[in-house]
């Protein structure tokens, strides 16, 4: 036994030190194990931030973060018909996601956090049926680190969360995704990301286009079967809206991450162990992200670990408060927009086309505009459907699910 400490977490995502933050602000002792070399390398996600989710987990962020501010977004159906969703004022943040993840790394390490970089946690440790630390992979020798509390915020592969017994994510609802940085996109407008919908280029996703200030772009899509990267071949060279936009385009740029749709775990904790991000799928089913409700989340397991270690009681009925406040945060959430997944997932193309020229005639991205909320859209969507026309245009989507 080489090392002990309060709290070990287990990956230096912006959930996992944003977990140890909370947890250190409060009194711990913590220690992250990151197993790159350099903190937001690779990047995993699409780095589209709501303004007021950031708000909601009181992180500021400084200019050189953010690449630009978004006020709405363009769908386009499969056969390219669009809905235009606008508002007067920027909604969400593109982020430099290695910068993101340093800036919150760093405020970790501004209130006592240490990171070790090059350190692939292997395996828990146990005693009398409680996690008790981490194995920690090493060139010469593993080392064994004993923490009274381990965090996993490992991500997808859910490796520790198999070893303690736990119900990791539901493998049915993970799409892959892929995401290329790319100089420059021609005719779009740099306030507006672009959504492209359709099974031909993205099958139980979607494609997109974020721009940055200066014309350069982040163009992506997730897939449900198939190889992510011929998927994203044929978007930018043969999509009849996008291929033009991106003609001139040259990649500088890849990344492939899987991102988890299935709402949250069963279960995020054990004796000793609270799992947070994507780990736990706290991702939203809708549209894949993942780092706002993961943040919460977060804030909560660091707050629920201070609370344990204080009263000296890590078993799981104690920690399972971390669970019950996830819930009441983000349960009824993450449940209405996995069943409107699922019911997406259920329509043909020629379903959506006609979905979209709907909601185009009956004006509902007017009611979006006026109601919609980035993270919390299962409250918007309860607000929306009071209107009759929404409500109809819901109708249609349940009955086209049905027969598709």
Same mark, same amino acid.
């Given at each position: 036994?080489?090392?002990?400490?309060?709290?070990?977490?287990?990956?230096?995502?912006?959930?996992?030190?944003?977990?140890?933050?909370?947890?250190? $602000?409060?009194?711990?002792?913590?220690?992250?194990?990151?197993?790159?070399?350099?903190?937001?390398?690779?990047?995993?996600?699409?780095?589209?931030?709501?303004?007021?989710?950031? $708000?909601?987990?009181?992180?500021?962020?400084?200019?050189?973060?953010?690449?630009?501010?978004?006020?709405?977004?363009?769908?386009?159906?499969?056969?390219?018909?669009?809905?235009?969703?606008?508002?007067?004022?920027?909604?969400?943040?593109?982020?430099?996601?290695?910068?993101?993840?340093?800036?919150?790394?760093?405020?970790?390490?501004?209130?006592?956090?240490?990171?070790?970089?090059?350190?692939?946690?292997?395996?828990?440790?146990?005693?009398?049926?409680?996690?008790?630390?981490?194995?920690?992979?090493?060139?010469?020798?593993?080392?064994?680190?004993?923490?009274?509390?381990?965090?996993?915020?490992?991500?997808?592969?859910?490796?520790?969360?198999?070893?303690?017994?736990?119900?990791?994510?539901?493998?049915?609802?993970?799409?892959?995704?892929?995401?290329?940085?790319?100089?420059?996109?021609?005719?779009?407008?740099?306030?507006?990301?672009?959504?492209?919908?359709?099974?031909?280029?993205?099958?139980?996703?979607?494609?997109?286009?974020?721009?940055?200030?200066?014309?350069?772009?982040?163009?992506?899509?997730?897939?449900?079967?198939?190889?992510?990267?011929?998927?994203?071949?044929?978007?930018?060279?043969?999509?009849?809206?996008?291929?033009?936009?991106?003609?001139?385009?040259?990649?500088?740029?890849?990344?492939?991450?899987?991102?988890?749709?299935?709402?949250?775990?069963?279960?995020?904790?054990?004796?000793?162990?609270?799992?947070?991000?994507?780990?736990?799928?706290?991702? $939203?089913?809708?549209?894949?992200?993942?780092?706002?409700?993961?943040?919460?989340?977060?804030?909560?397991?660091?707050?629920?670990?201070?609370?344990?270690?204080?009263?000296?009681?890590?078993?799981?009925?104690?920690?399972?408060?971390?669970?019950?406040?996830?819930?009441?945060?983000?349960?009824?959430?993450?449940?209405?927009?996995?069943?409107?997944?699922?019911?997406?997932?259920?329509?043909?193309?020629?379903?959506?086309?006609?979905?979209?020229?709907?909601?185009?005639?009956?004006?509902?991205?007017?009611?979006?505009?006026?109601?919609?909320?980035?993270?919390?859209?299962?409250?918007?969507?309860?607000?929306?459907?009071?209107?009759?026309?929404?409500?109809?245009?819901?109708?249609?989507?349940?009955?086209?699910?049905?027969?598709?």
């Amino acid at each position: 036994m080489n090392e002990q400490t309060d709290v070990v977490v287990v990956g230096g995502g912006p959930c996992g030190s944003f977990a140890a933050l909370t947890a250190a $602000k409060l009194g711990a002792a913590v220690v992250v194990f990151e197993e790159h070399s350099e903190i937001g390398v690779p990047p995993h996600c699409a780095g589209l931030l709501s303004i007021s989710g950031l $708000k909601r987990a009181s992180l500021r962020l400084s200019e050189e973060v953010i690449e630009n501010r978004i006020k709405g977004a363009v769908f386009y159906s499969p056969s390219c018909k669009e809905l235009v969703i606008s508002r007067d004022a920027p909604v969400s943040y593109v982020i430099n996601r290695k910068l993101f993840d340093k800036h919150v790394a760093e405020l970790a390490t501004r209130s006592g956090v240490q990171f070790r970089l090059r350190s692939r946690v292997k395996s828990l440790s146990f005693d009398s049926h409680f996690v008790s630390g981490v194995v920690v992979k090493k060139k010469e020798s593993d080392e064994t680190v004993a923490s009274r509390l381990v965090i996993d915020a490992e991500g997808c592969s859910s490796i520790l969360l198999k070893r303690a017994g736990l119900i990791t994510l539901d493998k049915r609802m993970v799409v892959n995704a892929i995401q290329a940085e790319v100089n420059r996109v021609d005719d779009i407008d740099l306030d507006t990301v672009e959504v492209y919908l359709g099974r031909k280029y993205a099958p139980g996703f979607f494609a997109w286009i974020i721009p940055r200030r200066d014309a350069s772009a982040k163009v992506g899509l997730a897939t449900k079967r198939g190889d992510p990267r011929e998927y994203l071949r044929r978007f930018m060279k043969h999509h009849p809206v996008a291929s033009k936009k991106l003609r001139k385009t040259k990649v500088n740029d890849t990344s492939l991450h899987p991102i988890p749709l299935g709402g949250m775990v069963p279960k995020a904790y054990s004796n000793g162990l609270l799992v947070v991000g994507d780990a736990a799928s706290q991702v $939203k089913p809708t549209t894949g992200g993942g780092v706002v409700f993961g943040l919460l989340c977060s804030k909560i397991a660091g707050e629920v670990a201070s609370e344990a270690l204080k009263e000296n009681d890590l078993s799981e009925a104690s920690l399972s408060r971390y669970q019950n406040r996830c819930r009441d945060l983000i349960g009824s959430e993450l449940a209405m927009m996995r069943r409107v997944r699922r019911l997406l997932n259920r329509l043909s193309d020629e379903k959506v086309d006609k979905a979209i020229e709907l909601c185009r005639r009956l004006e509902v991205n007017r009611l979006l505009e006026e109601s919609g909320d980035m993270d919390y859209q299962g409250q918007s969507l309860m607000r929306i459907l009071r209107h009759p026309t929404a409500l109809i245009a819901a109708v249609y989507l349940m009955l086209s699910s049905l027969t598709s």
